[in-house]
């Protein structure tokens, strides 16, 4: 594991997005798996920089987002469909068949879980897996739990996770209670993690992640058994780990 912790957003946002430009020079049919939340946001305006600069091209690079809202329209502003397509889709030359984020409005939510794996396995490992890390310590939306399901599945989502993302919407109440979420099989598979975490209020989470026993309780903990783990902090959310 390569933890680095950096003293200013716009370094750790170069460093993220630089890890994603060099991958996609070295291997233009890169597999990306993308995450949503205000963690990355600095990181793909920085990408977004890196294709205007025209260091990457995304052409033949494919995508495989993290999760998606249940019963939340498309279109809704506050949908992770449009979320990426608002931070980082409608800004490079991503072609829109290579994009794929699970239908948490599909009418057979169970059978998209299944589509959605068998996509990701058609399109071979993913190369590089972007994470942000709850609060909570869960990755993608794998919630603590006693056990943890391997593929994508339907997830009831934890209050805590309720009430983070409640700022994202105008009241708690409008948060919706479910979400389709890639599982930690899927997400362990990748050959590189790219965990990005900021803030004080998560220092304590990453400190036990990272350094803790690994355990279903804490979802990212299960992250210390990968062997191409890169983790960028900024300071707040480093407090503990220097
Ligand atoms: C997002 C996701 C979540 C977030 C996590 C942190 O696609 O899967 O695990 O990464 O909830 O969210 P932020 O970045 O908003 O603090």
Redo the contacts with the bound molecule.
Sequence with gaps: MNVLIFDSNEKLNEAGANIITSLIQTNPRAVLG???????VGVYEQVVKDYDRGLVSFKSVKTF???EYVGLPEDHPES?HSYMNHHLFRHIDLPAKNVHIPNGNAEDLEAECRSYDERIADAGQIDLQL?????NG????NEPAHALIRGTHIVDLAEE?LK??ARFFDSIDDVPKQAL?MGVGTILKAKMILLIV??AD?AEIVHRALTGPITTDVPASLLQTHPHLVVLLDQEAGRLMA
Excluded: E, M, S
């Design positions: 993308l995450a949503t939340g205000g963690t990355p987002n993290l999760d992770y994470l942000g890390l709850g609060h869960h990755i993608g939306f996770t983070a993302n979420t900021r803030g998560k």
